[in-house]
């Protein structure tokens, strides 16, 4: 470019248009952050959620009692008989662990990845990925029937002189899953201790304080805290990347190390992996998209976020979409009968409309709509393909899972699987734990990891008040814990 | 802002940790100790209707435990002597003992004694006597020393794991199987010579049997072992049907 001339305005322009647009709009200052979000805690709890808490818990409830019901009485109790084996509670299983994908991806990998847009959905999204774990865990449990032997997928001694098979990949589904829990747990924890700090600090009663003050581990706000903090994060993140890609795949193990005909690929593990992290983030703009517009975080959670979020739900619904295609395509080109004949059983079968209208229409139709800027940036549009991909990926998962089974080898066992009251109030309960959680959370630790969102403000600059022609906005030196 | 907590609960965590730790540790091993059959099952006594003392008439008489249990051999249920077996000798012998009056009463209305049941496997177990007995293991790896005792107690834990103990390395407890009722039989007592006419010895010995002076448990388990083709199930179906 050198040598040609060039006016100044196309400059400035071209210098507008590459400007990043900010994380936080409005240049919203670190206080005008911590009243926000701290505000959400410390106020006295709204009555919308008084009621939302009281139907969620209400649904949780009666889902418990459905599972003691189901514990104390036999699996008799849910519609499963062979050869459907597998039915409901397994794909609820697989639907809940794979919405849990989001969260460790959002923290772990973006951060590794440097994306600082993270750090305004990242707290959420991985509390989320626990109450959707917690959920998860609990169907290998009861779909066993003795739920009291549960401990015999734990490998220790005992007086039965048996160990744990470990060729199997249902235990290895054990221990990937309750990896992936405690990993999730210490990373969310971790970067939770700052903003605890900031809270105690703020708090205004006695138990508050001594509950904050418990939790935030005498967090000073010191150098050295801050340094030891961030090598905490960053191997924790490191820790928790493999697991991002290794759990899901684990969970595919159980049915392609199966011979069952759809279970039995060499696909199924980045299949599962990208359809884990498109129903994820699914899940994570479900759940923002109505907090942000009740607590009023716009400025937090803006309209880059969504379209960012969107972008990522449009890439691995392609994924998904491309794994589907090729399924069809590999039962065809195998020339094997029996896979042939599954396939056709999908679409044409008993569960036809299931696929019609889940895996096609909600799992890879809908999200093509994020081609478009315009679908991006409306909330409508975007809270509608969610709920599509949510229902989707729970009926892709009953489709390979029950889809798979009800047509066994044998004709004569051939039997369509129905769900039964306790099937349908198990699932309709783990909505109601996962949700009950997360309205608690948000009700009692801070919903934005708000030492975070500050690194992604201009006054995290250290230059920031020296550049000419703009003044510092923080105002009182009120941010002692960052 | 104040301090909250004053300076002595910085240990408090540390103290937690280290009482947790041992907390875990003792809870583990009480529960290894307590909580199995090893310790909640061996030495298992009760009070039976009479006391019939198994010294006096194995060790000291010199009866044969198939006398009274008469089907071990036969059947996968080794049984209890009913009244009339009792009778054969009790019209004549001790006929006033006292402590003979629940038999007697049985004999006369046809009730049986109602011994205590103390070997009781649990019934998703399939268990055969017949199959053990006539394969050289004998009364003793699982009832003990039945003929030293004045009473029967339990003398072996009977948890799986100590079934599997048997099942995986059975060499360590085969005997001839004229043996199987002498429960005070030793490896020392087998002529070696004379064993390895009978039964051979592994091909994988490596020395001539024959010649030795003695035989361990484990030369002659494994000579047996392979003798019978003896091949215990480990699988869960073997005992779980």
């Excluded at chain 1, 750090?119 to 991985?126: Q, V, W």
């Excluded at chain 1, 509390?127 to 401990?151: N, Q, S, Y």
């Excluded at chain 1, 109601?432 to 030492?451: D, E, Q």
């Amino acid at each position: 470019m050198d040598g040609a001339p060039t006016a100044p305005e196309t400059i400035k322009e071209a210098e507008q248009e590459l400007t990043r647009v900010p994380l936080v709009l409005h240049r919203r200052n670190f206080s005008w952050l911590t009243e926000r979000i701290s505000g959400v805690v410390e106020q006295p709890a709204p009555r919308w959620w008084w009621v939302a808490f009281a139907i969620t818990s209400s649904a949780a409830t009666f889902g418990l009692f459905c599972i003691g019901y189901q514990i104390s009485t036999g699996v008799g109790t849910w519609g499963n008989q062979i050869p459907v084996g597998w039915a409901w509670d397994i794909t609820n299983f697989v639907f809940w662990i794979g919405i849990g994908h989001a969260g460790t991806l959002i923290s772990a990998i973006l951060f590794l990845l440097h994306q600082k847009w993270r750090t305004s959905i990242n707290r959420s999204a991985e509390a989320m990925t626990l109450f959707a774990v917690i959920c998860a865990a609990i169907f290998p449990g009861i779909h066993v029937g003795r739920f009291w032997m549960a401990w015999y997928m734990a490998p220790m001694p005992n007086n039965w002189g048996i160990w744990q098979n470990f060729r199997s990949a249902l235990m290895w589904d054990v221990f990937a899953v309750s990896t992936y829990f405690t990993v999730s747990v210490l990373f969310w924890y971790t970067g939770l201790i700052p903003d605890l700090a900031t809270l105690r600090d703020r708090a205004t009663t006695k138990v508050r304080k001594f509950l904050f003050g418990i939790f935030a581990c005498g967090w000073r706000g010191s150098n050295r805290n801050w340094r030891h903090y961030e090598m905490a994060y960053l191997l924790l993140a490191g820790l928790s990347t493999p697991l991002v890609l290794s759990v899901h795949s684990v969970v595919s193990f159980d049915f392609a190390s199966t011979l069952i005909p759809t279970w039995h690929t060499t696909i199924f593990p980045p299949y599962f992996v990208a359809g884990a992290i498109f129903g994820g983030f699914a899940m994570v703009l479900t759940l923002l998209l109505p907090a942000r517009a009740i607590f009023k975080l716009h400025d937090v959670i803006t309209p880059q976020h969504v379209d960012k979020m969107a972008k990522i739900i449009l890439l691995t619904g392609s994924f998904v979409a491309y794994a589907y295609t090729m399924e069809f395509f590999v039962a065809w080109y195998s020339g094997n009968s029996y896979e042939k004949f599954a396939f056709w059983n999908r679409i044409f079968g008993p569960y036809w409309w299931y696929w019609w209208f889940g895996m096609l229409f909600c799992n890879c139709l809908s999200p093509q709509l994020f081609w478009f800027s315009w679908c991006r940036r409306n909330v409508f549009v975007v809270f509608f393909v969610c709920m599509c991909v949510n229902a989707g990926m729970w009926f892709e998962r009953f489709i390979i899972i029950a889809g798979g089974l009800v047509r066994d080898f044998l004709p004569s066992s051939w039997r369509v699987f129905h769900p039964t009251w306790v099937d349908i109030w198990t699932y309709i309960g783990t909505i109601g734990i996962f949700t009950s959680l997360f309205l608690l959370f948000i009700r009692f630790l801070p919903m934005i990891a708000m030492s975070e969102v500050k690194t992604a403000v201009p006054e995290a600059d250290p230059h920031y008040g020296t550049l000419p022609g703009v003044q510092s906005v923080s105002p009182g030196g009120k941010e002692r814990t960052r | 802002m104040a301090n909250f907590f004053p300076r002595w609960t910085n240990w408090i965590p540390l103290k937690l940790v280290i009482c947790g730790i041992i907390a875990v540790c003792g809870l583990t091993a009480a529960t290894w100790y307590y909580a199995t059959p090893k310790y909640t099952k061996i030495g298992y006594e009760p009070i039976q209707p009479v006391p019939f003392p198994h010294d006096i008439h194995v060790s000291q008489l010199g009866m044969d435990c198939r006398y009274c249990h008469s089907f071990v051999e036969m059947a996968a249920h080794s049984n209890v002597p009913n009244t009339q077996t009792c009778m054969n000798c009790h019209t004549q012998v001790q006929k006033d003992n006292p402590k003979l009056e629940p038999v007697r009463a049985s004999w006369k209305t046809g009730n049986p004694v109602e011994w205590v049941w103390i070997y009781r496997t649990v019934d998703y177990v399939y268990y055969n006597h017949a199959a053990h007995v006539n394969r050289g293991i004998s009364c003793f790896s699982c009832h003990g020393p039945v003929n030293h005792m004045s009473t029967v107690y339990l003398a072996k834990p009977h948890s799986m794991a100590w079934c599997l103990e048997c099942h995986r390395h059975p060499e360590n407890f085969l005997r001839p199987e004229d043996q199987v009722f002498n429960l005070d039989w030793k490896p020392d007592d087998v002529k070696p010579a004379e064993f390895v006419a009978k039964y051979g010895q592994p091909q994988d010995a490596g020395e001539d049997f024959s010649k030795k002076q003695k035989l361990s448990q484990a030369e002659i388990g494994r000579t047996l072992k392979e003798h019978w083709n003896v091949n215990p199930p480990t699988n869960c179906q073997g005992c779980h049907r």
